[in-house]
T-cell receptor, first 115, second 114 residues
Framework: KAGVTQTPRYLIKTRGQQVTLSCSPISGHRSVSWYQQTPGQGLQFLFE???????NKGNFPGRFSGRQFSNSRSEMNVSTLELGDSALYLCASSSRVRGVTGELFFGEGSRLTVL | GENVGLHLPTLSVQEGDNSIINCAYS??????FIWYKQESGKGPQFIID?????DKRQGQRVTVLLNKTVKHLSLQIAATQPGDSAVYFC?????????????FGAGTTVTVRA
C-alpha cells in the first residue's frame, strides 16, 4: 500500500509569491491534515479536512489555505510568501472518522524555502 | 498553547545503552499520548501510544511510562541502535469534540554514539 505522497519535495520561492503544495493520502483515507515544521516553532497544526470539508484550523493567518478534492487528495496554498514561511510542510492522512490516534500517517513533507 | 513539552532538546547515547526521553504535559484532562520518531528527511513515524488508564505500555524495544500524578511521560528505548538516531516527539491529540489535531512537544534529538 502506497504511503502519503507529497509534491513537490523541495521548492524555492521569493517573497510575495504564492505556492501550492499537494498531498495524496493513503488509499481509502478520507482525513487529511497539514502541519508546518520549523526549527523555532516545531510542529504546528495548520488544518484538517474530511470529505472535502475543513473541520479544524490552526492559528495561522488567512494567507494559508487549503482544500480537499472528492478523491481525498488535498492541496494547501500560501499566498504572499514571507521569509518566515520557510518550513517543512507535512501532510498526514488517517482512516479515522473522528479523533486522532497513532493511525495517523505522515508524508515526507515539502521543504519550502522563501528567499 | 502547547500542552506537551520535552525536557531535553538533545540526548547522546552510547550504542547498546538504554535511552530515556521525557515529556511533560499540562492538561490534566489529557487521556491519550502518542510518541513519534522523525528521521532526517522524513515525516514523523508512529512508535507507540498510551491511554491514561495505563501506567506502562511496551512495544518492540520501547516502553512508555505515564505518571498522571506529575503529568509526565517517558519513552524508553532498550539497547539503543544507530538506527534509533532521530528526533522524538510526544504528542497529545487534544481530544475535544470536533478537534482533529495533534499538539506536539518540541522534540528531543537522539544521537547514538558507536
Amino acid at each position: 500500500k502506497a504511503g502519503v505522497t507529497q509534491t513537490p519535495r523541495y521548492l524555492i520561492k521569493t517573497r510575495g509569491q504564492q505556492v501550492t503544495l499537494s498531498c495524496s493520502p493513503i488509499s481509502g483515507h478520507r482525513s487529511v491534515s497539514w502541519y508546518q515544521q520549523t526549527p523555532g516553532q516545531g510542529l504546528q497544526f495548520l488544518f484538517e479536512y474530511f470529505s472535502e470539508t475543513q473541520r479544524n484550523k490552526g492559528n495561522f493567518p488567512g494567507r494559508f489555505s487549503g482544500r480537499q478534492f472528492s478523491n481525498s487528495r488535498s492541496e494547501m496554498n500560501v499566498s504572499t510568501l514571507e521569509l518566515g514561511d520557510s518550513a517543512l510542510y507535512l501532510c498526514a492522512s488517517s482512516s479515522r472518522v473522528r479523533g486522532v490516534t497513532g493511525e495517523l500517517f505522515f508524508g515526507e513533507g515539502s521543504r519550502l524555502t522563501v528567499l | 498553547g502547547e500542552n506537551v513539552g520535552l525536557h531535553l532538546p538533545t540526548l547522546s547515547v552510547q550504542e547498546g545503552d538504554n535511552s530515556i526521553i521525557n515529556c511533560a504535559y499540562s492538561n490534566s484532562a489529557s487521556d491519550y499520548f502518542i510518541w513519534y520518531k522523525q528521521e532526517s528527511g522524513k515525516g514523523p513515524q508512529f512508535i507507540i501510544d498510551i491511554r491514561s488508564n495505563m501506567d506502562k505500555r511496551q512495544g518492540q524495544r520501547v516502553t512508555v511510562l505515564l505518571n498522571k500524578t506529575v503529568k509526565h511521560l517517558s519513552l524508553q528505548i532498550a539497547a539503543t541502535q544507530p538506527g534509533d538516531s532521530a528526533v522524538y516527539f510526544c504528542a497529545d491529540p487534544l481530544t475535544r469534540p470536533n478537534d482533529y489535531k495533534l499538539s506536539f512537544g518540541a522534540g528531543t534529538t537522539v544521537t547514538v554514539r558507536a
